[in-house]
């Protein structure tokens, strides 16, 4: 990668590409969501671990608003978490904690529709089946 007179990495970040590696992360968080799930016995208590897992989506939209909201103030100087080192003042954190924000709060949007889904299949899942526990 190229730095620019500032030793910043070169291409800055894009909102598409942070939003991009955002759902990745939260669709890979979906495979140890299933395993754990799958290893809570009793019907009820796999229903409340994924209303307490479906109740992080508050998190997830205020990451959301929050990482837009320090992008827009940050202008055209986003960084990466990587660029920490070039940060020269106190107000130059803005530039690292939008994509830090706005990541996270995508990762867990993802994660809490995957946790409502399943939500959703253990709850109509038939007295006999192995979803229902």
């Known amino acids: 990668m190229a730095l ?18 955002g759902v990745v992360f939260g669709l890979l968080g979906v495979v140890p969501l299933v395993v754990a ?3 809570v ?20 939209a205020i990451f959301l ?7 827009w103030a940050s202008a055209g100087d986003i960084r990466r978490v990587r660029d920490w080192r070039t940060l020269t ?3 130059a954190s803005a ?3 939008g994509p830090v924000f706005l990541r996270s709060g ?6 809490v ?3 409502l889904g399943l939500y959703q299949l253990v709850d109509t899942a038939p007295y006999d089946s192995w979803l229902y526990s």
């Open 106 to 111: 995508l990762f867990l949007v993802v994660l």
């Open 37 to 39: 799930t799958l290893s």
């Open 89 to 91: 003042g106190q107000a």
């Open 4 to 21: 620019d007179q500032d030793g910043v990495m070169l291409p800055r970040l894009r909102p598409a590409d942070v939003a991009r590696r």
């Open 95 to 97: 530039t690292i904690v």
């Open 41 to 60: 016995s009793g019907h009820s208590d796999r229903r409340d671990f994924l209303a307490v897992v479906g109740a992080l989506v508050l998190f997830g």
């Open 113 to 115: 529709a995957a946790a």
């Open 65 to 71: 608003v929050i990482g837009a909201g320090f992008w």
